[in-house]
């Protein structure tokens, strides 16, 4: 490695204690189901009659159906959950899940590749901003004072999201950063970083010490010894080792800003399912997932706001091979403490796709996704203001935060 090449990356590397005490008492999780998800069947509009009607194979069992644990479950009087969602029905019913519907983009194409890019980059359609969305945040609250652990991607790739994050990381799991000697033996760990630094160590000595602090943060969370908190009982699938990661991080005090979570396989264009199949099983990875990560982080949930996005909907209706193809509106997922949650918050748009005219169809887009991430940086994050994050654009009022004016509970007569 040049010399130059190697200054930055013992730089970046070596962390500097009053970085990690300056950042880290908020932690934004952002979960993208990549693929469209059917958020329909997730919160199922069972009051409305349409709903059945249009989608006789792959709706989900009214509530009062019979059908015991097939049965959606209530939520209030016009909507209710997918049985696989049951593990996170606590969340919602503790008023700590909110979830607005009609949330979306104006991008018509369909294309999942240029809705997801245009979200990432927190953008209006065949609009351009520098970096991503995520990445202004950062820099509008905390400018270069970031270390490579204050925004996370569990994954090989950083999400476009945090491209231009000052030192964000793409890591698989904790143990990716860990340098490879006994912790027991602050010794052969400093051995070690002393043959990484070599001739520079003299200049990096006072960040070297404070890495190794850090490290040693980390290597009592190691995965062969951590143990998540009662009741967090994550299963064996790649989301939720991710989110036990990000749960391993958050834990080990390392000045987590920012982590980012993927769930593919959301384009169920062929047999889709009901209350089994293919987007079934999605569901019970989603809520299972999350209610691992919601036990596990119990005694730091005042700090921890999770979000559930997607890039768009289906349409509202099952298509000739029983499965949905790509709509538009979906529904929003925030939890988090003070959430105003318990309720669907927002109006129901109705099931009718005829004031469609240019691109896919599916729910009516009532609430530009941006209002809803704005929203989420102002009254959960600390951002004063989304000017820096989101130009040119002036977010709708939705009201995510309890003491906090915004739209009413979801109006279910649809115009």
């Known amino acids: 490695m040049p010399s130059q090449s190697r200054r930055q990356f013992l730089k970046r590397l070596a962390l500097r204690s009053d970085e990690l005490s300056a950042t880290g008492d908020k932690t934004l999780v952002c979960i993208f189901l990549r693929g469209g998800a059917d958020t329909l069947n997730m919160f199922v509009p069972y009051a409305d009659d349409t709903y059945y009607k249009i989608r006789p194979t792959i709706s989900i069992p009214h509530p009062t159906s019979g059908k015991g644990k097939d049965s959606s479950i209530k939520l209030d009087d016009f909507y209710s959950l997918h049985p696989k969602l049951a593990p996170i029905l606590p969340i919602y019913q503790e008023g700590r899940m909110a979830v ?10 369909g294309s999942h ?11 209006a359609f065949k609009k351009t901003s520098a970096g991503g969305w995520l990445a202004r945040y950062l820099r509008a609250r905390f400018g270069n004072n970031l270390t490579p652990l204050s925004a996370v991607s569990i994954g090989p790739m950083l999400p476009e999201s945090l491209r231009g994050a000052p030192g964000a990381s793409a890591i ?35 960040p070297g010490r404070d890495t190794i602090k850090l490290l ?17 009982n994550y299963p064996d699938s790649g989301f939720a080792r991710g989110l036990r990661e990000v749960a391993r991080l958050i834990k080990s005090d390392v000045g987590l800003e920012v982590a980012c979570v993927d769930l593919d396989g959301w384009d169920t264009h062929f047999v889709q399912g009901s209350v089994d199949g293919l987007q079934a099983g999605l ?62 918050i927002g109006r129901y748009p109705g099931l009718n796709e005829a004031k469609w005219v240019i691109g896919p169809a599916g729910l009516e887009v009532i609430y530009d996704y941006r209002s809803i991430l ?13 000017s820096a994050v989101f130009p040119d654009f002036k977010p709708q009022k939705i009201g995510l935060v309890n003491g906090s004016a915004g739209l009413k509970k979801t109006a279910y007569s649809a115009e």
């Open 100 to 109: 607005v519907q009609a949330v979306g983009t104006d991008n018509p194409t």
């Open 113 to 123: 590749f240029e809705t997801q890019d245009q979200m990432e980059h927190g953008d």
């Open 172 to 206: 698989s799991t904790i143990d990716d950063i860990r340098i490879k000697a006994p912790c027991e033996n602050p010794a052969v760990v400093a051995e070690t970083l002393s043959a990484l630094y070599g001739s520079e160590i003299g200049l990096l000595s006072a």
């Open 216 to 232: 040693r943060r980390v290597e009592t969370l190691r995965a062969a010894q951590y143990k998540p908190a009662e009741g967090a």
């Open 283 to 344: 569901i019970e990875t989603l809520g299972e997932g999350l209610a691992a990560f919601d036990a596990d982080l119990a005694d730091r949930r005042k700090a921890v706001t999770t979000l559930i996005i997607t890039e768009f909907g289906r349409r509202t209706y099952e298509n000739g091979s029983l499965g949905t193809d790509h709509g538009r509106g979906f529904a929003a997922i925030i939890i988090g403490d003070d959430m105003r949650g318990g309720q669907i």
């Open 374 to 386: 704005a929203e989420v940086l102002t009254e959960k994050m600390g951002l004063p203001n989304t």
